[in-house]
């Protein structure tokens, strides 16, 4: 396959992005002096080698400039984690569920200083490999370690107000109800501050703030 196809067809499978806007891309690139390319092609190497996911709320990082400590308290075996994780003064008691890494950039700006995990999409209506598709085990084991190590006291849940997001939202309560009852913490939800189908990372921080004081 010649470059241009080639990279045309590595351009569609980003999130959201169809043959056209894929061409495009490339024309883009092409029409573009070396040293952009050139740039471009070595931050993506270094995005792979200076990026990880933390090991307790699955966040993508950077090590450079990470602060804190790079061992994390809750997990038996010492893991890379984020700063967000690391950082003691952050309220433990408290883990907001997202979707996606974006969504949490906004969570922060709506001023939560809990800590998060993150799920890694939504399970859809029509599947039938809920645990296939999301990092459910995860969850429930960060919720086990959590709950016996740091005292959790809350869960909350920050899906996206759509069929598959409900469908999620239903899918975890099942799963960690009997975790919540044993563990005594909380399970809850948004309020309905968000628009039907508004997602987190769309909503702006008042919105969401006002979501997470209205949260039941
Ligand atoms: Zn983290």
Redesign the pocket.
Known sequence: MDPIDRLSFLFEKFPGIGPRQARRFVQYLLSTSPTTRQELSEIIKKLGAESRQ??????W?TLKGQQGSTLTPGLSKVEP??S???NPAREAGIIFVVEKDADIENVERSGFRG??FVLGGSIALASDDAEGQVRLRELLKRVDEDASTLKLNELILGLSSSTDGDHTREILIEKLRPLSQSLNFRISSLGRGLSTGSELEYADPDTIAQALGNRH
């Open positions: 933390c090991g307790m709320c699955y966040r990082f984690c984020c967000i994780c690391a800590l998060y």
